[in-house]
């Protein structure tokens, strides 16, 4: 028994108790590093490897170019330099925290020996077979050829290098014997073709570089902060006599360079609202290609370039970059095609026109440096009977890259023109698009029962009708019954018969939504129609523990003994927190009075039993009906719904 009503003489007497054009390019792919923090990054050309230290954590965690996880070398404590062997078969690594290097074969990433050098080493460089270490304000090298190791520490010669940002070395293997070294606004290029380093020049750079490079043709070293006069951007030295040329502007913050074995250049910034990476032909000022990293923090400002964190692919196919959110997640991005241009191409159609008409549309295709006239164009006219998209015949350019070209859209709806530009040895490949709004023919659908009530679990069929088409005669029809537990379902998807008509049957258990929707075809647009018809719950009541039952006139009474507990057992289709409105009427004087409702829960079998406390006294009749009240018994998924009246009367 569920409740139990107060005594009948209180419940008589009481009221209801219950009533959201080519800018800076995207990253081609990003992948989350398990680092505490970045050390260097180097690039294995041969095996396809990306090497990134973690200072940190201790470890080295080696990647494929797109990211992907390929080994993780662990009890590194205070691995950063990091440089690839000639032949690509070891990475060396320097482990501060060890005063070490240790060598790593690329085939296994195994750690294949372990190289005592007597300080902390730091930035790494191979030239010509020996590893040159930064240690300190100074440099050392490491030379494995012979039977023993050999190490010489302490090179720098007479160049008063300072600061706290670190010793920075700089080499390419196109240019053997030579070493470039800076530190707190020195720098120096050294001759290390012999057993030691023998300092060729020494001059001054920036006290904010981060990061040095030597081009391939050894005619200059750069630095990823120029002079201050200069503004922002990469410093270039001669490494003759360290004289400062006109380098490669770049936004706020300058904090890393690198350069191709092409001399392409690539220039990163610790920005935060401008682009990232910024990629330079030899000796041009203006960028090629800019990457502007996305927000994946909590800040205003986006992901920012780690110090130093850039490396070319030996095929300048990518520049490898890490960045860091606010977060402190750092992410590894391969920026592809960044010796390319980026073109930009757009494209102007009219904003409606009519079925097969011919229209025109028209654009643009411009880069920095001038595509030849001619060039050709592929267009793509994609809409509703060509879902894949319709090859056109090739556009070419005008000489200022232009174009234009002329079709009739045979189908109506939204018709999207897209022109491509596949690209060339110095251009990346470019899109652009726009459609045209091509009115179809209204559409007459119907759909039947709509504001209908019916008995709960009727079969109740409901038909949608199709007036005429051009070729889809296609309907589907759906049934969204009222409640958050049941959702939309597709009840039949057909053609409709003869007479345009489509039936599908809904067991109507609650209040429903039915749905039909015509897709459209190429000259009639889609339309789609509802319908809500409503259902009443389904409720009965049981009478139990009287004596007899009898009639009253013409009325069926049950006779209970003045001393005997009425119970009353209520059944409704169950939902989620429904409720039973019971309702007590009494009879006085030839007429029914409410003495008052009260609100009872159903059991999940959708049962509520309800006892009345018996009178103790004889010659009282009264009724009582159960209802399920929408919304005020808990939910509203059936319409109101009242049971049938139950009369009973106390004798002695």
């Known amino acids: 028994m569920i409740s139990t009503a107060t005594a009948i003489a209180a419940v008589f007497s009481s009221a209801a108790l219950v009533t959201g054009a080519a800018g800076p390019a995207a990253a081609d792919s990003a992948k989350i590093l398990a680092v505490k923090s970045v050390g260097d990054i180097v690039v294995d050309g041969t095996h396809r490897r990306v090497y990134v230290s973690d200072p940190t954590g201790g470890k080295i965690v080696v990647t494929d170019y797109t990211g992907t996880v390929k080994a993780t070398l662990t009890g590194l404590y205070g691995v950063t330099g990091l440089a690839l062997s000639a032949d690509s078969g070891q990475v060396y690594a320097a482990v501060k925290n060890a005063n070490r290097i240790v060598s790593v074969e690329t085939g296994t990433y195994t750690q294949t020996a372990s190289y005592p050098v007597g300080a902390a080493p730091g930035d790494l460089e191979v030239v010509d077979g020996r590893v040159w270490f930064a240690h300190g304000t100074d440099f050392g090298s490491l030379d494995i050829s012979g039977p023993e190791p050999v190490v010489h520490l302490a090179q720098r010669g007479d160049v008063d290098f300072f600061g706290a940002f670190g010793m920075f070395l700089a080499s390419d293997p196109a240019v053997p014997g030579v070493l470039a070294a800076g530190n707190g606004g020195e720098l120096a290029v050294y001759d290390v073709s012999a057993d030691g380093a023998t300092l060729r020049v020494k001059g001054d750079m920036d006290t904010a570089v981060r990061q040095l490079d030597l081009t391939p043709d050894g005619s200059r070293v750069l630095t990823s902060w120029g002079s201050p006069d200069r503004g922002y951007g990469l410093g270039a030295y001669s490494t003759t006599d360290l004289a400062e040329s006109a380098g490669y502007p770049i936004d706020p913050y300058p904090n890393a360079v690198r350069v191709a074995p092409d001399g392409s250049v690539a220039g990163g910034s610790s920005s935060w609202y401008e682009p990232d990476v910024h990629i330079h032909r030899p000796g041009d000022p203006v960028p090629t290609r800019e990457y502007d990293f996305p927000n994946t923090g909590n800040s205003s400002g986006a992901d920012t370039l780690v110090d130093g964190a850039l490396a070319w692919a030996p095929d300048a196919s990518r520049v490898f970059a890490v960045s860091v959110n606010t977060y402190g997640a750092y992410t590894l991005r391969a920026l592809t095609d960044p010796t390319k241009e980026l073109p930009t191409l757009k494209v102007s159609a009219p904003a409606r026109s009519e079925r097969a008409k011919k229209l025109t549309v028209t654009g643009k295709l411009t880069s920095k440096v001038p595509l030849a006239a001619g060039t050709g164009l592929t267009v793509t006219r994609t809409d509703v009977e060509s879902p894949k998209g319709k090859a056109l015949a090739l556009v070419r350019t005008r000489a200022d890259g232009g174009f234009s070209f002329t079709d009739t859209p045979p189908a109506g709806g939204k018709v999207t023109y897209k022109v491509s530009y596949a690209g060339d040895a110095t251009h990346a490949p470019a899109s652009g698009s726009d459609a045209v ?11 039947n029962n709509n504001g209908k009530l019916y008995s709960y679990g009727k079969d109740v069929v409901f038909t949608a009708h199709l007036g005429t088409t051009y070729k889809n005669r296609t309907v589907s029809v759906y049934a969204d019954p009222f409640g958050s537990d049941k959702p939309k379902k597709l009840l039949k998807t057909a053609k409709v018969n003869s007479k345009g008509n489509l039936s599908a049957t809904v067991d109507m258990t609650r209040d429903t939504t039915v749905t039909a929707v015509f897709s459209g075809d190429a000259r009639s647009a889609g339309k789609t129609v509802k319908s809500t018809a409503y259902a009443r719950a389904k409720v009965s009541t049981t009478v139990s523990r009287h004596y ?26 169950y939902y989620s927190g429904r409720k039973q409105r019971f309702q007590l009427q009494v009879y006085y004087q030839g007429s029914w009075y409410d003495s008052g409702s009260e609100y009872f829960a159903l059991a999940t079998n959708g049962k509520s039993a309800v006892s009345l406390e018996a009178p103790g006294e004889s010659g009282i009749r009264a009724r009582m009906r159960s209802s399920y009240i929408n919304s005020s018994s808990g939910d509203t998924v059936n319409s109101t719904t009242h049971g049938a009246w ?7």
């Open 437 to 447: 709004k091509v009115p179809r023919k209204a559409t007459a659908l119907t759909l």
């Open 548 to 573: 007899k039952t009898g009639k009253i006139g013409s009325t069926t009474y049950y006779y209970f003994r003045k001393n005997t507990d009425p119970l009353f057992t209520t059944t409704m289709n």
């Open 646 to 652: 139950k009369y009973f009367t106390f004798t002695n």
